[in-house]
């Protein structure tokens, strides 16, 4: 290590010595006295706990001692082969010299340029890095966990566990597999060790006025307290480490054949390459695997907001400002989000602007000649945006869907379903309900008619279909009901469904087919619950309704095996194929 001036160093015990090196093992390694305990208890709150090991480069003149560390270890074994290569290398040269000064003057050189040629081979150090590897090696040593389970520390916090009545203060460690806490008070070590599998409830709340998280495992339940404010990063970190251990565990059950689920596959398989591959990982790509976790969390955020496909990944997000269609002249602020086949925006004031475009409906990108910071974007439908303020960012953007749009051949855009299969009208139009079944007065067609025109406006105002402008006053018109002849579409588009409707064509179909040549378990379940379903309706009192049920249910339970079919998915199914094409 770089030489470092000890001033004063109590707590060390002499293993070996020589005129000028000496090496030293700190006493709470191989003692078990009162001090041992007390420098024991001190060592584990400290994040910087020092080495078990150390050799000390020592100048001695008539007047004082000057002491410098010059190695460290963490293991008998490691220290002694400094030692050994001090003895063989360093101690002839050394004894050469007349002046004990000049002597350790050149030590110091010399380590000092091993120490930098080794990091010339290296990336630059990072000192929180440091701390981090430190940290890892710490809970690897400490848990004794196997190399072959490839374990890898995601984070890890300083706070206390409750016991009773008495905290033990020490550290969490949070891994890719288990959550981990050690303490160390007055020589009583203390280890708990939780599978993310075995965790069945976690809570963040307050304890003895302070920050605190819950952990159920079994019938056990621990209480960690956090003096600094990093009980709320800590319980994030805790629940998204525990939603991704049991996402990998139900992924398993997916089929393997299957379109969609090979995606999901593929994309698991992205994430988890650099949270479980050791060999593939450097040691700054470890050091960032937090983030890495904060970026997939923020991924994960902005599926569930936009309802795009759960496989889709995230290339980046960028501030910027989009021209509102209704006025040109008014720019709403908010952020782009660059997925692989989708971009996004959002505004700052939520739910004030929002719109989702998939790159394989766009047919023109442009930059503005009028604006060195603006992107104009076109699509099939004829809806244009306008995305300004990009700055140094609209380069990135522009090629970004240039090359989208190069490398995507017509075919894939359209894609194609099977010729063997025929379909139907839709339930609501083969089953239209009977003129006497609503009510209607003249106030219910006045206030439908003045739905039907807000709808039109705004469709003639931001566009229709997936790509059009969702507005605040789309979300008071869904608030307040949507019309019959707009279900359909809006449903479609809301889920989000319509997204894995054109980027898996013929999908659906395929699984209809392959369920006419199977036999499941759950088959039979759904036979028993077909005439149970809305009985009441015409569609269903005959067999064109009946038939369309079981082909979807049949689907599902093929689909998603796991849990194949339950009761009430028949009610579900039904209501949405009356309403739905």
Same mark, same amino acid.
């Given at each position: 290590?770089?030489?470092?001036?000890?001033?004063?160093?109590? +707590?060390?015990?002499?293993?070996?010595?020589?005129?000028?090196?000496?090496?030293?093992?700190?006493?709470?390694?191989?003692?078990?006295?009162?001090?041992? $305990?007390? &420098?024991?208890?001190?060592?584990?709150?400290?994040?910087?706990?020092?080495?078990?090991?150390?050799?000390?480069?020592?100048?001695?003149?008539?007047?004082?001692?000057?002491?410098?560390?010059?190695?460290?270890?963490?293991?008998?074994?490691?220290?002694?082969?400094?030692?050994?290569?001090?003895?063989?290398?360093?101690?002839?040269?050394?004894?050469?010299?007349?002046?004990?000064?000049?002597?350790?003057?050149?030590?110091?050189?010399?380590?000092?340029?091993?120490?930098?040629?080794?990091?010339?081979?290296? #990336?630059?150090?990072?000192?929180?890095?440091?701390?981090?590897?430190?940290?890892?090696?710490?809970?690897?040593?400490? /848990? =004794?966990?196997?190399?072959?389970?490839?374990?890898?520390?995601?984070?890890?916090?300083?706070?206390?566990?409750?016991? #009773?009545?008495?905290?033990?203060?020490?550290?969490?460690?949070?891994?890719?597999?288990?959550?981990?806490?050690?303490?160390?008070? /007055?020589?009583?070590? *203390?280890?708990?060790?939780?599978?993310?599998?075995?965790?069945?409830?976690?809570?963040?709340?307050?304890?003895?006025?302070?920050?605190?998280?819950? &952990? $159920?495992?079994?019938?056990?339940?621990?209480?960690?307290? /956090?003096?600094?404010?990093?009980?709320?990063?800590?319980?994030?970190?805790?629940?998204?480490?525990?939603?991704?251990?049991?996402?990998?565990?139900?992924?398993?059950?997916? *089929?393997?054949?299957?379109?969609?689920?090979?995606?999901?596959?593929?994309?698991?398989?992205?994430?988890?390459?650099?949270?479980?591959?050791?060999?593939?990982?450097?040691?700054?790509?470890?050091?960032? !695997?937090?983030?890495?976790?904060?970026?997939? =969390?923020?991924?994960?955020?902005?599926?569930?907001? /936009?309802?795009?496909?759960?496989?889709?990944?995230?290339?980046?997000?960028?501030?910027?400002?989009?021209?509102?269609? #209704?006025?040109?002249?008014?720019?709403?602020?908010?952020?782009?989000?660059?997925?692989?086949?989708?971009?996004? +925006?959002?505004?700052?004031?939520?739910?004030?602007?929002?719109?989702?475009?998939?790159?394989?409906?766009?047919?023109?990108?442009?930059?503005?000649?009028?604006?060195?910071?603006?992107?104009?974007?076109?699509?099939?439908?004829?809806?244009?945006?306008?995305?300004?303020?990009?700055?140094?960012?609209?380069?990135?953007?522009?090629?970004?869907?240039?090359?989208?749009?190069?490398?995507?051949?017509?075919?894939?855009?359209?894609?194609?379903?099977?010729?063997?299969?025929?379909?139907?009208?839709? !339930?609501?139009?083969?089953?239209?309900?009977?003129?006497?079944?609503?009510?209607?007065?003249?106030?219910?067609?006045?206030?439908?008619?003045?739905?039907?025109?807000?709808?039109?406006?705004?469709?003639?105002?931001?566009?229709?279909?997936?790509?059009?402008?969702?507005?605040?006053?789309?979300?008071?018109?869904?608030? $307040?009901?949507?019309?019959?002849?707009?279900?359909?579409?809006?449903?479609?588009?809301?889920?989000?469904?319509?997204?894995?409707?054109?980027?898996?064509?013929?999908?659906?179909?395929?699984? &209809?087919?392959?369920?006419?040549?199977?036999?499941?378990?759950?088959?039979?379940?759904?036979?028993?619950?077909?005439?149970?379903?809305?009985?009441?309706?015409?569609?269903?009192?005959?067999?064109?309704?009946?038939?369309?049920?079981?082909?979807?249910?049949?689907?599902?339970?093929?689909?998603?095996?796991?849990?194949?079919?339950?009761?009430?998915?028949?009610?579900?199914?039904?209501?949405?194929?009356?309403?739905?094409?």
């Amino acid at each position: 290590v770089h030489p470092s001036e000890v001033v004063f160093a109590p +707590f060390w015990s002499v293993e070996s010595a020589n005129p000028f090196f000496s090496l030293q093992h700190r006493v709470t390694h191989k003692q078990s006295g009162f001090v041992a $305990k007390i &420098v024991g208890t001190l060592d584990t709150v400290r994040e910087s706990k020092p080495t078990p090991y150390r050799i000390l480069l020592q100048m001695r003149t008539q007047d004082f001692i000057m002491s410098w560390v010059v190695a460290v270890g963490h293991s008998k074994k490691e220290i002694e082969l400094y030692w050994d290569w001090l003895e063989t290398n360093m101690i002839n040269t050394l004894e050469a010299f007349d002046d004990n000064v000049e002597a350790c003057s050149f030590a110091r050189a010399k380590v000092e340029s091993l120490v930098a040629e080794e990091e010339f081979k290296r #990336s630059p150090a990072d000192p929180e890095m440091k701390r981090f590897d430190d940290a890892e090696r710490r809970f690897l040593e400490t /848990f =004794k966990i196997p190399s072959e389970e490839r374990e890898r520390l995601v984070n890890y916090f300083s706070c206390s566990h409750w016991n #009773s009545k008495l905290p033990r203060h020490g550290w969490m460690y949070l891994a890719l597999n288990r959550l981990c806490f050690n303490a160390y008070t /007055f020589g009583s070590e *203390l280890n708990i060790v939780l599978r993310w599998t075995d965790i069945s409830h976690i809570e963040h709340t307050t304890h003895r006025m302070m920050d605190a998280i819950i &952990v $159920k495992s079994g019938k056990e339940r621990y209480i960690f307290c /956090f003096i600094s404010q990093q009980g709320e990063k800590c319980f994030q970190q805790l629940q998204q480490l525990v939603n991704e251990c049991v996402q990998r565990h139900l992924k398993h059950t997916a *089929l393997p054949e299957e379109s969609q689920n090979e995606a999901i596959a593929k994309q698991t398989k992205k994430t988890l390459i650099l949270l479980s591959q050791k060999p593939l990982i450097d040691k700054r790509e470890k050091f960032l !695997l937090k983030n890495k976790l904060d970026t997939k =969390k923020l991924t994960e955020e902005k599926i569930r907001v /936009f309802r795009l496909p759960l496989e889709e990944v995230l290339h980046g997000h960028l501030r910027c400002s989009l021209h509102n269609p #209704s006025n040109k002249e008014v720019a709403i602020p908010g952020t782009v989000f660059c997925f692989q086949n989708f971009l996004c +925006f959002e505004s700052r004031v939520r739910e004030k602007m929002w719109i989702v475009i998939p790159l394989l409906e766009i047919s023109v990108v442009e930059k503005t000649t009028n604006s060195t910071s603006a992107l104009y974007i076109n699509t099939r439908t004829q809806i244009c945006y306008i995305f300004d303020d990009l700055s140094s960012q609209r380069d990135f953007l522009w090629k970004l869907i240039s090359d989208f749009l190069a490398k995507t051949s017509i075919t894939h855009r359209h894609g194609s379903i099977p010729s063997s299969f025929k379909f139907q009208q839709p !339930l609501h139009i083969q089953f239209p309900p009977p003129p006497s079944f609503f009510q209607s007065t003249s106030e219910t067609e006045r206030i439908l008619e003045e739905k039907e025109h807000a709808w039109e406006h705004h469709f003639n105002m931001y566009g229709r279909g997936v790509c059009m402008y969702r507005s605040q006053e789309l979300w008071d018109l869904v608030h $307040k009901g949507i019309l019959q002849k707009y279900k359909p579409e809006i449903w479609m588009i809301f889920s989000g469904a319509i997204h894995y409707l054109k980027s898996n064509p013929g999908y659906y179909e395929k699984l &209809v087919l392959r369920s006419d040549e199977m036999i499941l378990d759950s088959f039979e379940d759904i036979e028993r619950d077909l005439h149970r379903s809305l009985p009441e309706h015409p569609a269903f009192q005959t067999d064109i309704g009946i038939t369309a049920l079981r082909r979807v249910l049949r689907a599902y339970a093929l689909r998603n095996p796991a849990v194949g079919y339950c009761q009430a998915m028949n009610i579900v199914t039904s209501m949405i194929l009356l309403e739905c094409d």
